[in-house]
T-cell receptor, first 108, second 116 residues
Framework: KNEVEQSPQNLTAQEGEFITINCSYS?????LHWLQQHPGGGIVSLFM???GKKKHGRLIATINIQEKHSSLHITASHPRDSAVYIC??????????FGTGTSLTVIP | DTEVTQTPKHLVMGMTNKKSLKCEQH?????MYWYKQKAKKPPELMFV???????INESVPSRFSPECPNSSLLNLHLHALQPEDSALYLC???????????????FGEGSRLTVL
C-alpha cells in the first residue's frame, strides 16, 4: 500500500506545452513537498505547501487538503524541465513518504 | 548556506573493504537522514537522526552503520557490502523541531556507490 500515489508515471510533452502532474495521499500530513531530480543528480526541493497555492517562476503547486490531492503545473515547458518530479508528504514526526515519481521529457 | 554537502561523490569498493560516506549541513537542522536510491526508483529511507539520536532505523542490515558525531555531521560506515548495495546514497536534512512540522527537506547531491 502506497501512502502517496502520483500520476502519470511517465510524461512526454512538446516544448511550450502546459504540464500537470498529480499527487494523492492517504495519510494525515503537515506538509506536502514537490521535489525535482535530474538524471544522475541530487534532489532539489521545489515547493513545500500545507494549503492553497504557491508559484515560483513557471511552476505552480496547489493542494486541496480535504481531497488529499495536490497538483504541480509547469507553464510554457522547456527541455530543461526534463527531470523526475517526486511528490512527498510529511507529518509532525521526522518521516517523509515519497511517491514513485513522474518522469517528464520535454521535446524541443 | 542552504547546502547539504556529501563526500565522496563516487566510491568504488570491494566486498571486504571498509569505507565511510560523509554528510555535512550548517543550516541548524536537527533532523538528518540517509536514503538509498536505485535507478528509476524513489529514495528509500534507511536512517533518521533527530537531535543527534538515532530515531528511525528501517531494518537496515548491520553492514551499514550510521553515526552522528554532532548536529552538523552525519556519517554512514560501510563494511562487507554486497554488489546489490550499489546505489546512490542520499543525505538529507530538515528543521526537525520536536512536535512540529519537520519543515522543508534539503538533499545533498548524493554519493554513488559501486560494490565490486
Amino acid at each position: 500500500k502506497n501512502e502517496v500515489e502520483q500520476s502519470p508515471q511517465n510524461l512526454t510533452a512538446q516544448e511550450g506545452e502546459f504540464i500537470t502532474i498529480n499527487c494523492s495521499y492517504s495519510v494525515g500530513i503537515s506538509a506536502l513537498h514537490w521535489l525535482q531530480q535530474h538524471p544522475g543528480g541530487g534532489i532539489v526541493s521545489l515547493f513545500m505547501l500545507s494549503s492553497g497555492k504557491k508559484k515560483h517562476g513557471r511552476l505552480i503547486a496547489t493542494i486541496n487538503i480535504q481531497e488529499k490531492h495536490s497538483s504541480l503545473h509547469i507553464t510554457a515547458s522547456h527541455p530543461r524541465d526534463s527531470a523526475v518530479y517526486i511528490c512527498a508528504v510529511s507529518g509532525t514526526g521526522n518521516q517523509f513518504y515519497f511517491g514513485t515519481g513522474t518522469s517528464l521529457t520535454v521535446i524541443p | 548556506d542552504t547546502e547539504v554537502t556529501q563526500t565522496p561523490k563516487h566510491l568504488v569498493m570491494g566486498m571486504t573493504n571498509k569505507k565511510s560516506l560523509k554528510c555535512e549541513q550548517h543550516m541548524g537542522h536537527r533532523a538528518m537522514y540517509w536514503y538509498k536510491q536505485k535507478a528509476k526508483k524513489p529514495p528509500e529511507l534507511m536512517f533518521v537522526y533527530s537531535y543527534e539520536k538515532l530515531s528511525i532505523n528501517e531494518s537496515v542490515p548491520s553492514r551499514f552503520s550510521p553515526e552522528c558525531p554532532n548536529s552538523s555531521l552525519l556519517n554512514l560506515h560501510l563494511h562487507a557490502l554486497q554488489p546489490e548495495d550499489s546505489a546512490l546514497y542520499l543525505c538529507a536534512s530538515s528543521q526537525g523541531h520536536l512536535g512540529l512540522s519537520t519543515g522543508e527537506l534539503f538533499f545533498g547531491e548524493g554519493s554513488r556507490l559501486t560494490v565490486l
